[in-house]
């Protein structure tokens, strides 16, 4: 199989996610709306790109936004050690990252890598690493 030659990776430490059940709501059956913790969720992941300087802000700069397929690790952190899915969080998550400018949109997501690990204070929050992902010939 080919290798994979990958460019700088951009690092962001969120919030973690909230469920998709806590994310989006189904109104009559047929809509469907992201809710006010879901909202939440979108501005504060945008507020972490913006300060990371990856994402600017209202002020004209030109963004970075990823244009080209992605590989993705997240590093997931919960605030106690109940059982979860660790696919749960991702909706909210990778759409919270398109909403904020990280990338043009979540189907350029090539590599997709999740890890939940063990967090002992209570504290919930996630690790993302996100890299250009390029094959070689």
Same mark, same amino acid.
């Given at each position: 199989p080919p290798g994979r030659a990958v460019e700088a990776e951009v690092v962001l430490e969120l919030p973690y996610p909230p469920s998709e059940n806590h994310y989006r709501a189904h109104l009559r059956g047929h809509m469907v709306v992201i809710t006010a913790a =879901?909202?939440?969720y979108r501005k504060a992941v945008r507020a972490v790109a913006v300060e990371s300087g990856f994402v600017p802000d209202s002020t004209g700069a030109t963004p970075r936004?990823?244009?080209g397929p992605i590989s993705v690790r997240v590093d997931l952190y919960p605030a106690d050690n109940r059982r979860r899915d660790v696919d749960n969080p991702l909706k909210a998550l990778l759409d919270s990252l398109t909403f904020a400018g990280v990338w =043009? /949109? /979540?189907s350029?997501?090539?590599?997709l890598l999740v890890e939940k690990k063990r967090r002992v204070d209570g504290n919930p929050f996630c690790v993302v690493a996100i890299r250009e992902h390029h094959e070689l010939p």
């Open positions: =879901g909202k939440a936004t990823l244009r =043009g /949109d /979540d350029q997501i090539v590599r």
